[in-house]
């Protein structure tokens, strides 16, 4: 059974940074490109950031780029998402997805097979 679960989240005031962790069971993240997607409330999911297969192509939505950084370690399955500089408009859920298309321009998620639960990032100003 596949399981894919996301970590890092909490509570942070703006400027600070967070680190999120998206590891699985049951399936290698190396063989797969990797997004990470938030839903603030309110809103519509959008996709942050994503890497592919051999982290030659990596993208992030323009109000995350200088301060968010994707990365993968492959020894232990998992991919992280450096987030730096928050703001307040950062807070929302971010949920990690397996199987997407990762293009230089967007995350597409239509290909996506498996999602984690998410977990919560909070900007407080």
């Known amino acids: 059974q596949v399981q894919v679960v996301e970590s890092g989240g909490d509570l942070v005031q703006a400027g600070g940074s967070l680190r999120l962790s998206c590891t699985a069971s049951?399936?290698?993240?190396?063989?797969?490109?990797v997004g990470w997607f938030r839903q603030a409330p309110g809103k519509e999911r959008e996709g942050v950031s994503c890497?592919?297969?051999?982290?030659?192509?990596?993208y992030y939505t323009a109000s995350v780029k200088g301060r968010f950084t994707i990365s993968r370690d492959n020894s232990n399955n998992t991919v992280y998402l450096q987030m730096n500089s928050l703001k307040p408009e950062d807070t929302a859920m971010y949920y990690c997805?397996?199987?997407?298309?990762?293009?230089?321009?967007?995350?597409?998620?239509?290909?996506?097979?498996?999602w984690g639960q998410g977990t919560q990032v909070t900007v407080s100003s």
């Open positions: 997805a397996v199987d997407i298309l990762c293009l230089s321009t967007r995350v597409v998620e239509t290909t996506t097979k498996y």
């Open positions: 049951g399936l290698t993240l190396a063989k797969y490109p």
């Open positions: 890497v592919d297969l051999s982290m030659t192509t990596t």
